[in-house]
């Protein structure tokens, strides 16, 4: 037990005496959950929308006011030629175009129908789907409306109507940096810990410290133990930085149960670090450790739910997605934090942990060898 | 108190120690002598339980290097070639880091590693890399000494070592050897075997002898010689082209020489150069020192 304290303790030192970790350590959750969170955002807000109105009708011009109204859609620009507005798509400078046609409002009288050309750039495709569905609810509202004006009588209402009253549940504002937040906390404990972790043991061995080591009694599990510990309590800390962070900048409300938070946390931790101490017994450098820890950086975080919900991957990605220890600790981030889940809506996430972490572990202690 | 039977290790395709046996007894300072790639690495991380062999048997202190390594580390110190302790970290913390992994105190053990520990006590908040190289060695011994071990397998510990850093190290061994404490070291100084009680030569893994400084020096009964001349690059060459020269190595200012048979006197060689035009030429007897011992030995493998 002094054993494992004093190498606790070493760890410690170590870590205090070089600055650049220590920066690391303070720099990563400010610059993280100050930038990213508010980079991130899926709010879409301000699409440029480019008009060619070759109507030019009273008809025309109140779409384009209401298109205008909205707070999604800025008018960059209009021109009587569509070709301009496709140029304007081409350069990046508008969203989308919308075209009315001569004749609309005419077409409108007398046929009771009317088109108009909607052009959206769908490179970026979430994007354009929101885009396009905002307008044309714009559009549609717009549409309601219009025959009940020109028939002089109040806003048409159909005699029997479904009306859908929707409540946004545990984020009801829609708070974007509210659901990132977690997430980007998650991320954070998992860089801090794989890091730290995976280059601390490949260091003793570039530094040949490790040979030095190997000739003592100390047991595997004491010099596990004593490279696991510190640095959990290191990413802990960071996890509570953030933490205070996103409370005191944009307000996270945190509903559930810290403790839990925490705890999972732990469990967490031990198998993120175990697959770090697992890489560097593997590796020979810490540039070896860095590439190999960034791949699984890479795929543990796009797979991992932090962008793009799991829901909507293929069943297949879904399934290898148990297996990926971000994907579960951040839903179990914003299921605690957002939700005010307990322990027992959590049995999943725990299982799939505990499974994952000890195997990390059991890898790592397996293959961290005191003979070559 | 090390006993090595038969021993070879390779490395894919290099055969870096190939059937080597010796025996060192209690209280000895033995040393490995050899130049780099000799194997004198291999076979030491092999009786330190870091390395298995292939073939062989070695034990230390009577314990088997395989079967009971764990009772090896705790009665073995090691000093590796490369210093291995934790550079930033002070020279305390280091001497309380190991006291503390083999399970004692720094002042359980103090008297062990006081003469050694009291020349960089002025240091001890000082960070480890930050020390000078006689320092860090210093260091390195007194982490190897801090269980108080029965052996004590010290790997070239005066490599890129100052002369006077090297004299006083050696000053420490025979104390430590005083205490009863068994010494294997390796070093490519041949210069340093004088002061082993008995060394074993080594190249290319293989063992080439195994005796006393002395023997090894008094079993030399070829004679030798050493030659010198105004112009050293020409006299080596013709040396050599010489019908009657064995071999011909440089050793300091002089050339030492050996005839192909006994009966080369040192006159023939002396008229052969002087036939060549070298002038300023000096042509005497000398003893052999371990070196030529081991270049002898070489010149026959």
Not at chain 1, 127 to 140: E, H, M
Not at chain 2, 88 to 104: C, I, K, P
Not at chain 2, 202 to 222: A, F, H, S
Request: contains cysteine; neutral net charge.
């Amino acid at each position: 037990m002094r054993t494992i304290l004093y190498v606790i303790q070493k760890e410690f030192i170590q870590v205090k005496r070089n600055k650049t970790m220590l920066r690391m350590i303070l720099m990563v959750p400010m610059m993280q959950m100050l930038i990213l969170v508010f980079a991130a955002t899926y709010d879409i807000k301000n699409l440029n929308i480019f008009v060619v109105d070759n109507d030019l009708s009273a008809t025309s011009r109140k779409l384009v006011n209401t298109i205008d109204a909205s707070p999604f859609f800025t008018i960059s620009n209009s021109s009587f030629n569509p070709e301009e507005g496709e140029k304007e798509l081409l350069r990046n400078k508008a969203n989308m175009v919308l075209v009315i046609p001569s004749e609309f409002e005419r077409n409108l009288i007398r046929q009771d129908k009317a088109s108009v050309q909607l052009l959206i750039n769908a490179i970026d495709g979430s994007a354009a789907q929101l885009g396009y569905s905002y307008a044309a609810s714009v559009i549609r509202d717009f549409n309601k409306n219009i025959i009940a004006d020109w028939k002089g009588l109040p806003e048409f209402k159909p005699p029997y109507q479904i009306n859908t009253v929707s409540r946004f549940w545990y984020n009801t504002e829609l708070e974007y940096k509210w659901y990132m937040a977690p997430g980007i906390l998650a991320i954070l404990v998992t860089l801090i810990g794989l890091f730290l972790s995976g280059m601390s043991l490949v260091k003793e061995k570039e530094l040949g410290t490790i040979e030095q080591l190997n000739v003592t009694p100390i047991k595997k599990i004491q010099f596990i133990a004593g490279k696991l510990i510190p640095f959990i309590a290191i990413a802990l800390f960071d996890l509570a930085f953030g933490l205070l962070i996103a409370r005191l900048v944009f307000n996270l409300p945190i509903v559930g149960s810290l403790w839990l938070v925490f705890g999972l946390g732990v469990l967490y931790l031990v198998g993120i670090l175990g697959l770090g101490l697992f890489i560097s017994t593997v590796a020979h450098t810490q540039q070896q450790v860095m590439f190999v820890t960034y791949f699984f950086m890479m795929i543990f975080l796009l797979m991992g739910g932090i962008f793009t919900p799991v829901d909507s991957m293929p069943h297949w990605a879904q399934i290898v997605d148990e297996a990926n220890p971000v994907y579960h600790f951040m839903r179990i981030m914003r299921m605690v934090v957002l939700k005010g889940s307990g322990f027992s809506d959590l049995i999943h996430e725990f299982t799939a942990l505990c499974i994952i972490g000890s195997t990390f572990l059991v890898l790592a202690v397996w293959r961290y060898k005191k003979t070559t | 108190m090390i006993n090595v039977q038969h021993i070879s290790k390779s490395y894919k395709e290099i055969q870096a120690v190939s059937d080597i046996s010796f025996e060192v007894k209690k209280g000895e300072i033995f040393g490995l002598i050899g130049p780099d790639g000799a194997g004198k690495t291999t076979l030491m991380r092999i009786l330190m339980t870091l390395l298995i062999q292939d073939e062989g048997q070695a034990t230390m202190g009577g314990f088997d290097v395989i079967k009971d390594y764990k009772k090896i580390r705790k009665m073995v110190g090691y000093m590796p070639g490369r210093f291995s302790l934790y550079q930033d970290l002070t020279v305390e913390e280091n001497l309380n880091f190991f006291a503390t992994v083999f399970q004692t105190t720094v002042e359980e053990n103090y008297e062990l590693i006081k003469d050694i520990y009291i020349q960089i006590e002025p240091f001890k908040k000082r960070l480890a890399g930050k020390l000078s190289g006689g320092m860090k060695q210093k260091l390195a011994l007194s982490c190897a000494l801090i269980h108080k071990p029965e052996i004590l397998v010290l790997d070239e510990p005066t490599t890129g070592v100052d002369a006077v850093s090297r004299k006083e190290f050696w000053d420490m061994l025979k104390k430590l050897q005083a205490k009863g404490i068994t010494i294997l070291v390796s070093t490519p100084y041949m210069d340093e075997a004088n002061l082993c009680n008995r060394v074993a030569l080594m190249q290319k893994g293989k063992v080439l002898n195994i005796d006393t400084p002395q023997k090894l020096v008094e079993n030399y009964t070829r004679k030798l010689y050493a030659i010198r001349a105004n112009d050293m690059h020409q006299l080596i060459q013709d040396i050599r082209a010489y019908e009657k020269t064995d071999y011909a190595y440089a050793f300091g200012q002089y050339l030492h020489v050996t005839g192909n048979e006994d009966d080369v006197e040192a006159t023939e060689f002396e008229s052969y150069l002087i036939q060549k035009n070298h002038t300023k030429l000096e042509v005497f007897d000398i003893h052999p020192t371990i070196e030529d011992v081991f270049m002898d030995r070489m010149g026959e493998q």
